[in-house]
Structures are given as C-alpha cells and as structure tokens.
C-alpha cells in the first residue's frame, strides 16, 4: 500500500509518521482491495486535525478528525476509517448474496476562475456516476463521510441524489421532468 503524508502548519516528525505507517498498514487485514491511502496533519489554533482518505480500488474511505494531540488525532481517524471498512465489508457480503454489482470512483478538481459577482464556489468535484439503488448510494455517502451523494438511480436511469436528515434518516432528490 502507497501511504502518502501532507502536513499543513505542523511537522510530523519521525517517530510520528513511522507510527501512522505501522497502523494504517494493518488496515489491509480488515480490506486487502486498498491501493494507497493519504494522511493530511493540519495545525491551526492548538489543535491538530487528521483527514485519512483511503482508495480500496476505486472506493474511496474517508475519516477525519480534531484532537489537541496529532497522535491522538490519527487514532481517532483511523478508528473511524476501520468503522467504515467494517461495515462496507458487510454491505459487500450483503450484496453478493442478492448478485448485484458494480465499482464507482472519484476525481477532484479544484475550482475555475470565477467573477467576482458571482456566488463563491470554492470546490469543485466531478463524480463518476454509476448507475446503483439508493440504498447502496447511501452506503456510499456514509463511506466518504459526507452529507449527500450524487448517483444513477439504476432503476430510472436518472441523476438523483441522496442526503443525511437531522433526525438521522435518509432523502432522496429526483429530478422532475
């Protein structure tokens, strides 16, 4: 596995790094799929903020967390990244019984120039779509730890998109034509 380091306002020393090598190698025991992995450290204000975002052939797993400790921090991640393997595992098994099937990936781009006018988008992402159910697209979200995800429903053949609710259930977003 391919473990890439990025430190933003902070050194991460030696022993540190040897450290977060050791036990994010023995991620391959929970999934053996998983290419490379990238570590961000970010200090700002005292506290150290650890993003792990792992690519297991094309899924990408991601967990971040925020600790007065950089170490303390990664076992936070890391512990919620395993979580995360844990249960996709499990979606895997699931899905194999009933014989559905299909990988998905991403890629970023950063932002193009805007005008100064316009509304300030920071961060543009360009998603792959593969058509999938929204349950397994809701598994997805809960995998790259975000609020919503994009997806072809596999069943209409249109863009649709799924989101967390506050009272910690699910919605679906389908166009209307």
């Known amino acids: 596995m391919d473990i ?18 050791k036990k ?18 970010t200090e700002h204000k005292g506290s150290f903020n650890v993003e792990t975002t792992a690519n297991a052939n094309g899924v ?17 991640a890391l512990k919620n990244l395993e979580r995360r393997i844990k249960k996709y595992n499990s979606y895997l098994k699931d899905r ?15 932002a193009p120039e805007v005008d100064v006018n316009a509304p300030a988008i920071d961060k543009v992402k360009k998603v792959e779509v593969h058509p999938m159910d929204p349950v397994e697209a809701a598994m997805q979200m809960e995998l790259v730890g975000h609020e919503f995800f994009m997806f072809q429903n596999a069943a209409t053949g249109e863009i649709n998109v799924v989101y967390k609710r506050k009272e910690n259930s699910y919605g679906l977003l389908e166009p209307v034509r």
């Open 4 to 21: 890439r380091f990025v430190q933003r306002n902070t050194e991460i020393d030696g022993k540190l790094r040897e450290y977060m090598e």
């Open 24 to 41: 994010i190698s023995k991620m391959e025991k929970f999934f053996r799929k998983i290419l490379n992995c990238q570590i961000v450290v």
């Open 60 to 76: 990408i797993l991601r967990a971040e967390e925020n600790a007065k400790e950089p170490r303390q921090a990664f076992d936070q």
């Open 96 to 110: 194999a019984q009933l014989g559905a099937g299909e990988d998905f990936s991403f890629s970023l781009d950063e």
